[in-house]
RNA sequence: GCGCCCCUAGCUCAACUGGCUAGAGCAAGUGACUCUUAAUCACUAGGUUCGGGGUUCGAGUCCCCGGGGGCGUACCA
């Protein structure tokens, strides 16, 4: 039931909350119903705007439509109103007349409060200063909003209540707007080139009794009834492959993974990623695909593939340069060194470069992490850094010419990572003995090491085709593509600590 | 996790080195206005200065504890 008294912690928008409740009982006690069921529209504001778009400032049509939305802006001028009607396309403006509809109706038009949805009826006209409106005949509320709108200039900045209520910064930012709308082109502009492609798009489980495709920290759970601890996914990996297994030949997800890690500018613990296999294709063609399925996507959401974040502007236009790891630390640390490399040199290296280490390391971690500290962050790309160590990449397929590296790549842009493939490791007896030396990591104590998944091995051991694997952080892409800095920007809710005390959410302390 | 910074009306922001009754715009209320565009004009109301404690004649301002946030850093194949 509705109370007129407002519920504990609930008073923080304080007399409008309450006048508009006020106002809510008055109109149901004067017959009107503020939350009606649906209402028939016949044109959005954006149609409006393409098909009036030759009406002259003046010209006024008998052209009946009926539009719907998000009242903005009014505007009351005594006898004549003007109010700016959102929708999910646009804007239109609402022409308001005592001559048109009588000042009864105007008045309770005039009644209506920033913020309610509103249905309304009439004819197209263009003003004399040029702005296309509809000249209201009938009108509806089609729900009344009881919490006052933001500022409607400066908007909502304040970080916190953005993220928190991001309902409201869609109504108020037109940034916001802007950004999640490059984020679904991106996502769609994906998707389309896949499918066009001929790879099917499949979903896989996110809860997983074991936790693999990746070096990361899983969120764990329970399910009751089989009495078994889970995790989830912190990659797609793993079932990708056992689908080319399964005789499909390209099969991508763009699906959440889950990073029990530290949350910051560029991370959040639940994130989206696109993973594609592609049987008889190697981490060269995953190069091509990434390069085209980027430079399209960025040419899809705005139309160019040139890209601003901050002052910097880059062009992701194909093909971008390919770069041996191990050529890039020569370059930006001036030493030259290889996984064969004795580890006591490595560590001397790493000192002298005050990257820091740990004790028991390989060569290919040292070398790993030298990278990481010294030519990662100063790449400003889009570059292919290829040839990464073995050791750290237990799912990629060795080079013939140097078994101590891989064929593999990740994509670096503005320092951060954006992709990352390699031609698959499907060697069963190999991969057994890459799981086990993980499984030593995890039995070590490293919590982002995971065990021998004998499911996955059994499935290598039926034959997985040779095939080419890819992974690209969509948050990233769309960051990037968006010219954004925060991952918060591109998630439209990201996670945040929880409220707490009187914030007008939820039922107050419990 | 650590370091630095921030939190003032529904929103966006003021308030000098601690000093009079914490101000302004928008939003809201009342009134005027038939072509406005962030409409304009007049008047009105609106505050637990994030919460708690302390120092002081006096605290939005200084100190301590707590909460939330931002940035950096660490963790992050």
Same mark, same amino acid.
């Given at each position: 039931?509705?109370?007129?008294?407002?519920?504990?912690?609930?008073?923080?928008? &304080?007399?409008?909350?309450?006048?508009?409740?006020?106002?809510?009982?008055?109109?149901?006690? &004067?017959?009107?119903?503020?939350?009606?069921?649906?209402?028939?529209?016949?044109?959005?504001?954006?149609?409006?705007?393409?098909?009036?778009?030759?009406?002259?400032?003046?010209?006024?049509?008998?052209?009946?439509?009926?539009?719907?939305?998000?009242?903005?802006?009014?505007?009351?001028?005594?006898?004549?109103?003007?109010?700016?009607?959102?929708?999910?396309?646009?804007?239109?403006?609402?022409?308001?007349?005592?001559?048109?509809?009588?000042?009864?109706?105007?008045?309770?038009?005039?009644?209506?409060?920033?913020?309610?949805?509103?249905?309304?009826?009439?004819?197209?006209?263009?003003?004399?200063?040029?702005?296309?409106?509809?000249?209201?005949?009938?009108?509806?509320?089609?729900?009344?909003?009881?919490?006052?709108?933001?500022?409607?200039?400066?908007?909502?900045?304040?970080?916190?209540?953005?993220?928190?209520?991001?309902?409201?910064?869609?109504?108020?930012?037109?940034?916001?707007?802007?950004?999640?709308?490059?984020?679904?082109?991106?996502?769609?502009?994906?998707?389309?080139?896949?499918?066009?492609?001929?790879?099917?798009?499949?979903?896989?489980?996110?809860?997983?009794?074991?936790?693999?495709?990746?070096?990361?920290?899983?969120?764990?759970?329970?399910?009751?009834?089989?009495?078994?601890?889970?995790?989830?996914?912190?990659?797609?990996?793993?079932?990708?492959?056992?689908?080319? !297994?399964?005789?499909?030949?390209?099969?991508?997800?763009?699906?959440?993974?889950?990073?029990?890690?530290?949350?910051?500018?560029?991370?959040?613990?639940?994130?989206?990623?696109?993973?594609?296999?592609?049987?008889?294709?190697?981490?060269?063609?995953?190069?091509?695909?990434?390069?085209?399925? !980027?430079?399209?996507?960025?040419?899809?959401?705005?139309?160019?593939?040139?890209?601003?974040?901050?002052?910097?502007?880059?062009?992701?236009?194909?093909?971008?340069?390919?770069?041996?790891?191990?050529?890039?630390?020569?370059?930006?640390?001036?030493?030259?060194?290889?996984?064969?490399?004795?580890?006591?040199?490595?560590?001397?290296?790493?000192?002298?470069?005050?990257?820091?280490?740990?004790?028991?390391?390989?060569?290919?971690?040292?070398?790993?992490?030298?990278?990481?500290?010294?030519?990662?962050?100063?790449?400003?790309?889009?570059?292919?850094?290829?040839?990464?160590?073995?050791?750290?990449?237990?799912?990629?397929?060795?080079?013939?010419?140097?078994?101590?590296?891989?064929?593999?790549?990740?994509?670096?842009?503005?320092?951060?990572?954006?992709?990352?493939?390699?031609?698959?490791?499907?060697?069963?007896?190999?991969?057994?003995?890459?799981?086990?030396?993980?499984?030593?990591?995890?039995?070590?104590?490293?919590?982002?090491?995971?065990?021998?998944?004998?499911?996955?091995?059994?499935?290598?051991?039926? &034959?997985?085709?040779?095939?080419?694997?890819?992974?690209?952080?969509?948050?990233?892409?769309?960051?990037?593509?968006?010219?954004?800095?925060?991952?918060?920007?591109?998630?439209?809710?990201?996670?945040?600590?929880?409220?707490?005390?009187?914030?007008?959410?939820?039922? &107050?302390?419990?």
């Amino acid at each position: 039931m509705t109370d007129r008294e407002a519920p504990a912690g609930d008073d923080y928008v &304080g007399d409008e909350r309450r006048r508009r409740l006020a106002k809510l009982e008055s109109l149901r006690a &004067g017959g009107v119903e503020p939350y009606p069921v649906r209402f028939d529209r016949t044109h959005t504001a954006a149609e409006l705007h393409e098909v009036w778009d030759g009406l002259a400032p003046g010209e006024e049509t008998d052209d009946v439509v009926r539009v719907a939305g998000r009242l903005l802006l009014i505007r009351r001028q005594g006898k004549l109103t003007f109010a700016t009607l959102r929708d999910g396309t646009g804007t239109v403006q609402l022409f308001v007349s005592d001559a048109e509809i009588g000042r009864d109706a105007h008045a309770s038009f005039d009644d209506l409060d920033l913020g309610d949805f509103v249905g309304a009826a009439g004819t197209v006209l263009r003003t004399k200063r040029g702005e296309l409106s509809v000249k209201v005949a009938t009108f509806e509320l089609l729900a009344k909003a009881l919490r006052p709108l933001p500022e409607k200039w400066h908007g909502l900045s304040d970080v916190d209540t953005r993220f928190r209520m991001r309902y409201v910064d869609l109504i108020a930012n037109d940034d916001a707007r802007r950004v999640f709308a490059i984020r679904f082109a991106v996502i769609a502009a994906l998707r389309e080139q896949l499918l066009g492609r001929a790879f099917v798009e499949v979903e896989t489980p996110v809860l997983h009794a074991q936790a693999g495709g990746a070096a990361a920290r899983p969120f764990t759970t329970y399910h009751n009834a089989l009495d078994l601890p889970l995790s989830l996914r912190v990659a797609l990996e793993l079932h990708l492959k056992r689908l080319l !297994v399964g005789g499909y030949e390209r099969v991508f997800e763009i699906g959440r993974v889950f990073r029990n890690e530290g949350l910051g500018t560029r991370y959040n613990p639940e994130f989206t990623m696109l993973e594609l296999y592609q049987a008889y294709a190697d981490y060269r063609d995953m190069a091509t695909l990434t390069e085209e399925l !980027v430079a399209t996507c960025a040419e899809a959401a705005t139309g160019s593939t040139t890209v601003s974040v901050g002052d910097q502007q880059l062009d992701l236009a194909p093909p971008w340069p390919r770069r041996p790891m191990l050529d890039l630390i020569e370059e930006h640390a001036g030493v030259r060194v290889h996984p064969s490399t004795p580890v006591s040199e490595l560590e001397a290296f790493a000192d002298r470069l005050e990257v820091p280490r740990e004790i028991g390391w390989g060569p290919g971690k040292l070398v790993m992490e030298i990278y990481e500290k010294t030519v990662e962050p100063n790449l400003v790309g889009p570059v292919f850094v290829t040839d990464y160590p073995r050791e750290v990449s237990p799912l990629a397929r060795a080079k013939p010419e140097d078994p101590t590296l891989v064929e593999r790549f990740e994509v670096v842009v503005l320092g951060r990572e954006l992709a990352n493939a390699f031609s698959e490791l499907n060697d069963p007896v190999d991969q057994r003995a890459r799981f086990e030396d993980q499984a030593k990591l995890a039995a070590a104590g490293d919590v982002e090491a995971h065990g021998v998944d004998e499911d996955y091995l059994r499935a290598l051991e039926y &034959g997985l085709p040779p095939c080419g694997g890819l992974g690209i952080g969509v948050d990233r892409l769309v960051m990037l593509v968006a010219g954004v800095s925060t991952i918060r920007e591109v998630i439209l809710f990201p996670q945040l600590r929880p409220e707490t005390g009187e914030t007008g959410v939820e039922g &107050g302390a419990g």
